[in-house]
């Protein structure tokens, strides 16, 4: 390994080891070696084929949400079967034995928590859950997930059969307050 590469490794070990109350923080970049796209890169980003606007906002959904859900489909089937990579596992076994308090991610993949992670905040939401606009009743995503990926079926409230929103940040949503 080069000599720069481990004298950097070696100081950022010193901090994390000295350090009261680290946290990391993660974005889209920590999960493409996991075969799941970022949505920025030139030639590779998601908004270089899609108008997020068009397929990814709040407006968008509202009026059509099966075609937020026909261009999501192929996004969720990879979250799905990704594997989390050295880095996920990395920082959960930081976390483990308690050098991270906490990692604070932008990804809806899942990857920080089935890598071991605990105390994980999603900032931009989650796919473990959807909410119904209508009747405001939140479900565990894992019951609509068979249908859906498998057939395209987008997934509707058992309580009214309003379409469900998955509980993401889309484009023209705030950041929540208080992510969990």
């Not at 070990?13 to 070696?33: E, K, Y």
């Not at 261009?71 to 969720?76: E, I, V």
């Amino acid at each position: 390994m080069d000599r720069k590469i481990q004298h950097d490794l070696a100081c950022a070990a010193d901090i994390i080891r000295n350090s009261r109350s680290a946290v990391a923080l993660t974005g889209a970049g920590i999960s493409t070696p996991s075969g799941i796209p970022d949505f920025r890169s030139t030639d590779s980003g998601l908004w270089e084929t899609y108008d997020p606007f068009e397929v990814a906002s709040l407006s968008a959904f509202r009026y059509r949400p099966e075609k937020f859900y026909e261009w999501m489909r192929p996004l969720a089937r990879g979250m799905q079967e990704a594997l989390p990579n050295a880095a996920h596992v990395g920082l959960a076994q930081l976390e483990i034995a308690g050098y991270l308090k906490a990692i604070i991610t932008q990804n809806i993949d899942n990857l920080h928590q089935r890598a071991g992670a605990k105390n994980v905040l999603e900032v931009h939401g989650t796919m473990q859950t959807l909410t119904c606009a209508q009747c405001f009743h939140q479900y565990s995503a894992e019951a609509f997930y068979g249908p859906y990926l498998e057939q395209g079926v987008s997934p509707r409230c058992p309580d009214c059969t309003a379409v469900l929103t998955p509980d993401v940040i889309l484009f023209g949503q705030q950041l929540p307050g208080n992510a969990s």
